[in-house]
């Protein structure tokens, strides 16, 4: 699978679990509450129709309570919501109708072929959400010619049971009708019929209220989700498309967005992610340059071996057979130096990033090397005249680090400079603290090093070596090694010009 075709296929694996669906379903939330409360506003609908069939339940038993004395006075009862009201007689016809009277006030069942668009989608929407809610069936409300009381289910029930019954009915134009019945001994049946078409009403209008409500919120959510999704998810899906395309190894121009506006955590991660992809391409190039350095090295002591050993086979003088024996012992013990300077070189970082740091007496770490360079002094003494003593602070002058690789800076330092001493010439490792820092001075009689070259002594393999020094003696990675070290501690070296002549190294590290 190509790298783009992988990348597409881990862009698809993210789907639904992923942070900007998390983001919509948690904001679509509230809208969902939102909405199963709008729905179940019905739910106060059949409340108020109880309270409403209750109402008129009532009144019909104060009217029944009336008609016995004034049965004719029935045809001049007057409602505001144009309640009408009937007496049934026994045989089932109507006594009195308070809407024979032409001024009495009647509820009107309108024609829903002259609904507008608007009427006829509130009715709709009535009626769709009363199906959705709801699984009873309202009967018909129809009229007969003649007016009997035999059409009403509720007269039939008051009359054969003695009490007061109720019921709802569905009009032509989607309102309701409200009846009911109560037994007038003597006479027959009192009918009150109303229209619910106020109730409908008061929740159309609640319910309109919610939808602008719901619809707001919707937008507001909406609107709150692709705020989240561009500010949070988009800049994290870019980090995570860039460092799978660093992954997969892809070419050198993929660049890792730093998003240098954000002043956010997420800023500070792509910050991170940038800084942490460029320095392991860097660290990826280090290693090129380092692999090739070391195929560099080694090819010159194996090409001077290969060459002494092709010509040791035709050579019969034993003089300069033991001068070609020379030449593979010192060849052999430049590439031994080497391996063993590579092979530290290339875990000195692993080793550093695993270390546990420990306080550490730079003084007597100082002093341990000095005794450790005075007993192998004669050896130095013999040949050159070298010494190397100790100066600047008592013990104790504390740091935190690592002992054993802090005494191979120093170790380190300390060669560089005896190589460079003249005959009868003197080291001097000092150590000194400064504020903060506490200094680790090692001082020299040699020549110095010329400031054009200061910034090169510290790469890997360079080599400036004395004219007396037997080639290839030094691997050319001793002071790259020991910068390498003081840098895991937090420090630095700086190279300076001694006072007198003369190089000085100074190694700066944190104070504990």
Same mark, same amino acid.
């Given at each position: 699978?190509?790298?783009?075709?992988a !990348?597409?296929?881990?862009?698809? %694996?993210? @789907?639904?679990?992923?942070?900007?669906?998390?983001i919509?379903?948690?904001?679509?939330?509230?809208?969902?509450v939102?909405?199963?409360?709008?729905?179940?506003?019905?739910? !106060?609908?059949?409340?108020?129709?109880?309270?409403?069939?209750?109402?008129?339940?009532?009144?019909a038993?104060?009217?029944?309570?009336?008609?016995?004395?004034?049965?004719a @006075?029935?045809?001049?009862?007057?409602?505001?919501?144009?309640?009408?009201?009937?007496?049934?007689?026994? &045989?089932?016809?109507?006594?009195?109708?308070?809407?024979?009277?032409?001024? =009495?006030?009647r509820?009107?069942?309108?024609?829903? &072929?002259?609904?507008?668009?608007?009427?006829?989608?509130?009715?709709?929407?009535?009626?769709l959400?009363?199906?959705?809610?709801?699984?009873?069936?309202?009967?018909?409300?129809?009229?007969?010619?003649?007016?009997?009381?035999?059409?009403?289910?509720?007269?039939?029930?008051?009359?054969?049971?003695?009490?007061?019954?109720?019921?709802?009915?569905?009009?032509? $134009?989607?309102?309701?009708?409200?009846?009911?019945?109560?037994?007038?001994?003597?006479?027959?049946?009192?009918?009150?019929m109303?229209?619910?078409?106020?109730? +409908?009403?008061?929740l159309?209008?609640?319910?309109? =209220?919610?939808?602008?409500l719901?619809?707001?919120?919707?937008?507001? =959510?909406?609107?709150?989700?692709?705020? *989240? =999704?561009?500010?949070?998810?988009?800049?994290?899906?870019?980090?995570?498309?860039?460092?799978?395309?660093?992954?997969? @190894?892809r070419?050198?121009?993929?660049?890792?967005?730093?998003?240098?506006?954000?002043?956010?955590?997420i800023?500070?991660?792509?910050?991170?992610?940038? #800084?942490?992809?460029?320095?392991?391409?860097?660290?990826i190039?280090?290693?090129?340059?380092?692999?090739?350095?070391?195929?560099?090295?080694?090819k010159?002591? *194996?090409?001077?071996?290969?060459?002494?050993?092709?010509?040791?086979?035709?050579v019969?003088?034993?003089?300069?057979? &033991?001068?070609? *024996?020379?030449?593979?012992?010192?060849?052999?013990?430049?590439?031994?130096?080497?391996?063993?300077?590579?092979?530290?070189?290339?875990?000195?970082?692993?080793?550093l990033?695993?270390?546990?740091?420990?306080?550490?007496?730079?003084?007597?770490?100082?002093?341990?090397?000095v005794?450790?360079?005075?007993?192998? @002094?004669?050896?130095?003494?013999?040949?050159?005249?070298?010494?190397?003593?100790?100066?600047?602070?008592?013990?104790?002058?504390?740091?935190?680090? #690592?002992?054993?690789?802090?005494?191979?800076?120093?170790?380190?330092?300390?060669?560089?400079?005896?190589?460079?001493?003249p005959?009868? %010439?003197?080291?001097?490792?000092? !150590?000194?603290?400064?504020?903060?820092?506490?200094?680790?001075?090692?001082? $020299?009689?040699?020549?110095? !090093?010329? +400031?054009?070259?200061?910034?090169?002594?510290?790469?890997?393999?360079?080599?400036?070596?004395?004219?007396?020094?037997?080639?290839?003696?030094?691997?050319?990675?001793? *002071?790259?090694?020991?910068?390498?070290?003081?840098?895991?501690?937090?420090?630095?070296?700086?190279?300076?010009?001694?006072? %007198?002549?003369?190089?000085?190294?100074?190694?700066?590290?944190?104070a504990?």
């Open positions: 699978m190509r790298a783009e075709e !990348v597409q296929e881990w862009r698809r %694996g993210l @789907g639904f679990g992923s942070l900007r669906a998390r919509f379903a948690v904001n679509l939330l509230a809208v969902i939102l909405a199963i409360m709008l729905l179940y506003l019905d739910t !106060v609908r059949a409340r108020l129709l109880d309270e409403r069939t209750n109402a008129i339940s009532n009144e038993l104060a009217i029944a309570g009336l008609a016995g004395d004034l049965p @006075g029935l045809e001049r009862l007057n409602f505001a919501r144009g309640t009408r009201v009937r007496l049934y007689a026994n &045989d089932g016809g109507v006594l009195t109708d308070n809407w024979r009277f032409e001024p =009495t006030r509820f009107a069942i309108e024609d829903p &072929d002259g609904y507008s668009w608007q009427r006829a989608s509130a009715k709709f929407i009535d009626r959400l009363e199906q959705l809610l709801s699984a009873r069936t309202l009967p018909h409300y129809a009229e007969a010619v003649p007016d009997r009381a035999g059409q009403w289910r509720e007269v039939q029930m008051a009359r054969q049971s003695g009490q007061p019954a109720t019921e709802l009915r569905r009009a032509i $134009d989607g309102s309701i009708i409200v009846g009911a019945a109560v037994p007038v001994p003597g006479l027959g049946v009192v009918h009150l109303d229209n619910a078409e106020d109730v +409908s009403r008061i159309r209008a609640e319910r309109l =209220t919610s939808f602008w719901l619809l707001s919120v919707s937008g507001l =959510t909406l609107g709150l989700s692709f705020y *989240l =999704t561009r500010t949070i998810v988009r800049p994290l899906r870019l980090l995570a498309i860039a460092a799978h395309r660093v992954r997969l @190894g070419r050198r121009e993929v660049v890792v967005p730093r998003l240098p506006d954000r002043r956010d955590e800023g500070a991660l792509a910050r991170a992610v940038s #800084d942490m992809s460029i320095a392991l391409r860097r660290q190039d280090a290693t090129e340059a380092f692999a090739a350095d070391v195929a560099h090295e080694l010159n002591p *194996l090409a001077s071996l290969r060459s002494a050993v092709d010509v040791l086979g035709q019969e003088q034993p003089a300069l057979r &033991d001068q070609l *024996l020379d030449v593979i012992r010192d060849d052999v013990g430049r590439i031994d130096r080497l391996i063993t300077d590579i092979a530290d070189a290339s875990r000195l970082d692993a080793e990033s695993r270390t546990g740091f420990q306080p550490v007496d730079a003084g007597a770490l100082a002093d341990g090397l005794s450790a360079y005075g007993i192998a @002094g004669q050896a130095h003494g013999q040949t050159r005249g070298l010494a190397v003593q100790r100066a600047g602070l008592p013990a104790p002058v504390m740091i935190e680090g #690592d002992a054993s690789r802090l005494a191979q800076v120093l170790r380190n330092l300390i060669d560089n400079a005896l190589s460079f001493s005959d009868g %010439g003197t080291v001097t490792l000092a !150590v000194d603290r400064v504020g903060e820092q506490v200094e680790l001075i090692v001082t $020299d009689q040699g020549p110095g !090093v010329p +400031s054009a070259n200061r910034g090169d002594i510290f790469r890997r393999f360079y080599s400036e070596r004395p004219p007396t020094e037997d080639f290839g003696r030094h691997s050319g990675l001793g *002071l790259s090694i020991a910068a390498a070290i003081v840098s895991a501690h937090g420090g630095q070296i700086v190279v300076e010009e001694a006072q %007198g002549g003369g190089g000085r190294f100074r190694v700066l590290l944190p504990a």
